[in-house]
């Protein structure tokens, strides 16, 4: 894993290209952006927020995150357990996947001191409730909320507890002792707010049906990133409808509310430096492509802001569609759609891809052998400010 301390600073992606000459691909990672983006993030939130670790684990990206005042981290794996708190003594991780391996829960209980735990189903309380003895605990059900049209995946139909089962694993954790809390997720790159209020509203249902109020409600992640082209709306209306939402409900005023946003707090930090190595026509072929950096692009109907950087010579104003293939011998790697590019674009060009923060380098294989790893820091303003 590259090592946080490692890091390359630029004025801009320009500079990068002059520098480095990159025949590989290289994210350009925006600090001051993903700072100011966690920042607001916190002030605007209603409770404590908690960074979804698996939408970017790059060392970089959570030192920055860490720097800009996340002290919170929900985390899927011993491996993202381990990372978080080995790095950050004053970062709190929470487990938040709902199936864990025996020795997993019992690793991360005591080595790491983690105390609160996500379940859907009885036989894992069971099981987080014998490998840890149970003391201390607080015990997260996850609630199954209905698959939101305007999400780009659902998070509920792998997971989740209805609830009346909810409530039912509620009375029980009690009953052993554990402190409860409930969660959700209403799936990612959520553009519609009403998906929280709906989903606070079974989590309402819940809490009546067990009689018990929670220590901790998780709004989850889900919120979006405004891709360009995309209408998306504000993240104040997310907070309002969350905020209306939490009004509705009987809670404890000590109650800690939280989410865990991963895509809303990183996509826009970085971009992908890409280097085009062949022209045919109007097909190029870069050095990324789906089995790296931008295997979401095949999930997710999104069109990230694309510009050319030529070092010598200027780069001709008319723009023509290409399509993009990725470095591998595989015919499926080539990415969806056409890309509107300078008429010219020719071989040695880089090409920077836009909002890639989420979800790229989290994904990337080594298949064939390619690997994207190269992190840089610059600090000019991203493409997509210049599109939006
Ligand atoms: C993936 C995930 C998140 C982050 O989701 P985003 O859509 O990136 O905000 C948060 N919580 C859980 C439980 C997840 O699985």
Not at 79 to 87: G, K, R
Not at 282 to 307: A, F
């Amino acid at each position: 894993m590259a090592k946080a301390n490692s890091k390359q600073r630029f004025d801009d992606v320009r500079a990068v290209a002059q520098a480095l000459r990159p025949s590989y691909p290289v994210y350009c990672l925006r600090p001051d952006l993903l700072a100011e983006t966690a920042r607001r993030f916190i002030s605007v939130f209603p409770g404590t927020v908690l960074y979804a670790v698996k939408c970017n684990p790059h060392p970089l990206v959570l030192d920055v995150l860490y720097k800009a005042g996340i002290r919170h981290f929900d985390t899927a794996s011993l491996p993202e357990i381990a990372q978080i708190c080995e790095t950050y003594p004053e970062a709190h991780a929470y487990f938040m996947h709902p199936v864990k391996g025996r020795a997993v829960i019992t690793s991360a209980y005591s080595v790491y001191g983690i105390r609160h735990f996500v379940v859907d189903h009885e036989s894992e309380l069971t099981k987080v409730v014998d490998e840890t003895g149970g003391e201390d605990l607080v015990i997260v059900v996850r609630v199954r909320t209905p698959t939101a049209a305007h999400t780009l995946y659902d998070l509920s139909s792998k997971f989740g507890a209805t609830p009346s089962e909810a409530a039912a694993l509620m009375r029980a954790a009690h009953e052993r002792g554990c402190k409860v809390g409930l969660a959700f997720h209403v799936g990612s790159q959520c553009i519609d707010p009403s998906s929280y209020g709906t989903a606070l509203a079974l989590v309402g249902e819940t809490i009546e049906m067990a009689g018990i109020k929670p220590v901790c409600l998780d709004v989850g992640g889900g919120f979006p990133a405004a891709y360009v082209g995309r209408s998306v709306p504000p993240l104040e209306d997310f907070m309002t409808e969350i905020r209306n939402g939490l009004k509705r409900l009987t809670l404890d005023p000590t109650v800690d509310i939280l989410a865990e946003p991963g895509r809303a707090l990183v996509a826009d930090a970085c971009s992908l430096l890409t280097q085009v190595q062949l022209r045919k026509d109007d097909r190029l072929y870069l050095n990324d492509g789906i089995y790296g950096s931008l295997s979401e692009m095949m999930q997710v109907d999104v069109r990230q802001p694309v510009r050319v950087i030529r070092l010598s010579g200027s780069v001709s104003q008319d723009l023509q569609p290409f399509v993009l293939n990725g470095p591998t011998c595989d015919s499926l790697d080539v990415l969806p759609g056409t890309f509107d590019l300078p008429a010219d674009v020719r071989e040695g060009d880089w090409i920077e891809i836009d909002q890639v923060g989420a979800y790229s380098n989290a994904l990337a294989t080594r298949f064939n052998g390619f690997f994207p790893e190269t992190f840089v820091e610059v600090h000019d303003a991203p493409p997509a400010a210049a599109a939006a």
